[in-house]
C-alpha cells in the first residue's frame, strides 16, 4: 500500500512537472554538448573532456534546479500579494466589484434569475467575490505547482541529459569516446525530439530535426570558440 501510494505521487509530480522535464533535458544536452564538442577537439586526453563535462552539468543543473525553485516561488507569492490588493479593493468598494464582475457573467450566456440570484449572494456576503473571481479565471500554474518538486525534476532530467555526451569520455580513449559521445547524444536528441512532438501535438519529424539542429548550432558554437581560443594561446 506505501509503496503504490509513492509510486502513485510519483508519477503525479512526474505529469505535473512533464514541461520542466523536457525543458532540462533539451536545455542539458544542448548546452553541455556544445561544451563537450569545442573542449573534446583541442583536448589531450579523454580526462580533460571529462572533467570539464561533468563539472558543466552539474553546475548547470544545479543552477537550472534553483531557477526553476526561485521563479515558482516568487511567482507564487506574487500571486498572494495580488489576491491581498484585491481583497482589499472589494472591501473598500463592494459595489463596484461586484458590478465589474457581474458584467464578465453577462457574457456567458447565464439566464437572469440565475445572474440576479449571484448578485443577491455576492451583495450579502462580497468577501466571496474573491473565490468567485478565482473560480471563474482558473488557477494559475504557479498556484497549484510544487516548487521543491518542479526543482527536482529539472535538476534530475539535466543532469541526466548534460552527462550523456559526457559517460563516454570515462570509459573510452579520446578518439573513440568523441564518436560515441555524438552517438549517444543524437539517440537522446531523437528521443527528445520525439517526446516534445507527442506532447505538443506536433509534427514528429520536424520536431526532430529541430532538436537535433538545435544541438547542432551549440556544437559548432563550442567548437569556434574552443578553436578561436586555441589559435589566441
Not at 437572469?112 to 450579502?124: F, G, K, S, V, Y
Not at 559526457?166 to 559521445?181: D, H, M, R, T
Not at 552517438?183 to 529541430?210: E, H, K, N, P
Amino acid at each position: 500500500m506505501v509503496t503504490t501510494s509513492f509510486l502513485h505521487r510519483l508519477k503525479t509530480s512526474f505529469i505535473a512537472s512533464v514541461g520542466d522535464i523536457v525543458f532540462g533535458m533539451e536545455d542539458g544536452t544542448v548546452s553541455i554538448f556544445g561544451l563537450v564538442a569545442g573542449v573534446a577537439l583541442n583536448a589531450q586526453s579523454e580526462k580533460q573532456v571529462l572533467l570539464a563535462g561533468a563539472a558543466g552539468a552539474i553546475a548547470a543543473s544545479v543552477s537550472m534546479m534553483a531557477g526553476v525553485f526561485l521563479d515558482l516561488q516568487s511567482e507564487r507569492d506574487r500571486n498572494k500579494v495580488e489576491a491581498k490588493q484585491r481583497q482589499a479593493q472589494i472591501q473598500a468598494n463592494p459595489g463596484r466589484a461586484i458590478e465589474e464582475q457581474m458584467k464578465k457573467l453577462q457574457k456567458t450566456g447565464l439566464g437572469p434569475a440565475t445572474l440576479n440570484a449571484i448578485r443577491a449572494d455576492l451583495q450579502e456576503a462580497p468577501p466571496i467575490l474573491l473565490t468567485l473571481e478565482s473560480a471563474f479565471n482558473g488557477p494559475t500554474s504557479a498556484s497549484q505547482a510544487k516548487p521543491l518538486a518542479h526543482a527536482l525534476w529539472m535538476f534530475v532530467a539535466d543532469l541526466f541529459a548534460g552527462l550523456t555526451p559526457v559517460l563516454a569520455f570515462a570509459v573510452l580513449p579520446l578518439k573513440e569516446a568523441q564518436w560515441v559521445s555524438f552517438a549517444m547524444t543524437l539517440v537522446l536528441l531523437i528521443l527528445l525530439g520525439y517526446g516534445r512532438a507527442r506532447i505538443g501535438q506536433r509534427d514528429i519529424f520536424t520536431t526532430v530535426v529541430q532538436t537535433v539542429s538545435i544541438a547542432g548550432l551549440a556544437a559548432l558554437a563550442g567548437i569556434a570558440i574552443g578553436q578561436s581560443i586555441n589559435l589566441i594561446g
